[in-house]
Structures are given as C-alpha cells and as structure tokens.
C-alpha cells in the first residue's frame, strides 16, 4: 500500500463549513495527489504536488485547495462544503520507474458526506 | 482533453472462461496505458502497464493489448476466478506531465 494513509476515513459535515483532509505518506515520495471518485465520473484529479510548496491545478480544482508543508503530509482543503462536493476522496502517491513508466498507489479514501 | 470509455455494462462471466475488458481513448496516444483494479470501499490497485510501442503485455493470467491505430487497450483475465471479481479501472499516462486520466471502469463479476 506504498504506507499511504488517510484520515478521517468518514465524515459528515455541513454545507457551509471548512473541511480539511489529511493524507500521509511514510516513504519520501516526491509526487502525491488527490482524486476524487463519484459514479458515472470515475476518478478526477482535483490538485497535484511535486514537492514541499510546489502544487498544481488537476481537472476538478474549484473549491478545493491544498497544502504540502512537509514531503509526508499533503492536505486537502474545502473552504466551505458544498453537496456537490458529497463524494469518495482519494490520495496517491507516484513512483516513476528507471524504465521511465509510472505507477501509481493509492490511499483507502475518505469518504465525505457534507449535509 | 482526453475522453476514456470503458465497457460501460457490469460485465458477468462464468469462471473458468476469458474476461474481456475494452478501454477506448479518443485525440492523443498516451505513453504508457495502465490497468487497476478496485474492490468495493478500497482504493485502485496498480496490475500492470503497457508502453505505446508494445502491442501485448502478460502477468501471469492478465493480458494487456495496445491498438494506438484503434486507439484501444483490451485487458484479458485468462481462467477467471470469483475473487477476480472487482472494477477494473484504465489510466493514461501521457508522460507530459505529471496527471494520470482515468476512465470510469468496469464492473466484473466472475460467477462460481
């Protein structure tokens, strides 16, 4: 499971208020993202890193925001839930092969319920 | 953007035969295709992948095939067991960057 974990692993929160999401990571890894999954859309990359402070942007961005202040522990922001942002969220790590291919492992998730 | 489809039907096989999963793409062949697999409440789990200048790819009972032609990656679970029962999830790579673009996946069910 590339020592990939997520907490919490269930919540349920409020439209309206600030959530945060917490993925860690025990094996120095340089790339860690975050996805979310909702039927009919499989996964969609919300936000990227690719070091300490360095993130970017993925297909599904607006309302989130995320933090990297450390190479373990890539944090996962909702300023202020949404229903549509109801959802299983879940963190990855990379690792890039001396072929040059890459693989990715993943979290268990979190999944989010906001009411 | 890329657009990746799966077999958008759960797909239901009896054991012991061919499971056949199709992942179609649409504008540019990626790099690298990959394959995951997923059980209920569990996060994707690497299988294997197959790089743009191979046609077919094996581990052990899986195999991957390449069309970039067709822009299609068939993926085959040889022998099926009920616990190969899982979503399988397809990836593209397109090695430009650093995003992963996956398809929505297929519900397999191996039936005893």
């Known amino acids: 499971d590339a020592g990939i974990t997520q907490s919490p692993r269930h919540k349920v929160t409020e439209t309206g208020t600030p959530v945060t999401l917490r993925c860690h990571q025990t094996?120095?890894?340089?790339?860690m993202y975050w996805y979310r999954q909702d039927p009919g859309h499989g996964l969609r990359l919300i936000h990227y890193?690719?070091?300490?402070?360095?993130?970017d942007k993925g297909e599904v961005s607006d309302g989130y925001s995320v933090s990297r202040s450390k190479t373990e522990d890539f944090l996962l922001t909702l300023e202020s839930a949404t229903s549509s942002q109801t959802s299983v969220y879940f963190c990855?790590?990379?690792?890039?092969?001396?072929?040059?291919?890459?693989?990715?492992?993943f979290g268990p998730g979190t999944r989010l319920t906001v009411t | 953007s890329q657009k990746i489809e799966q077999n958008s039907e759960a797909l239901n096989i009896q054991e012991g035969k061919t499971a056949t999963l199709t992942c179609n793409y649409t504008n540019y062949s990626p790099a690298y295709l990959q394959w995951y697999r997923q059980d209920p409440g569990r996060g994707p789990v690497f299988l294997l992948l197959?790089?743009?200048?191979?046609k077919e790819k094996r581990k052990e009972r899986l195999k991957v095939t390449f069309d970039t032609t067709l822009k299609q990656s068939l993926f085959h679970i040889t022998a099926s067991q009920p616990a190969d029962s899982a979503t399988y999830l397809c990836?593209?790579?397109?090695?430009?960057?650093?995003?992963?673009?996956f398809g929505t996946g297929t519900s397999l069910t191996v039936i005893p």
């Open positions: 990855a790590i990379s690792v890039r092969r001396t072929s040059g291919s890459k693989e990715q492992y």
């Open positions: 990836a593209l790579d397109m090695n430009t960057g650093n995003q992963f673009y």
């Open positions: 890193s690719y070091g300490v402070k360095d993130t």
């Open positions: 197959i790089r743009e200048n191979e």
């Open positions: 094996e120095n890894h340089r790339y």
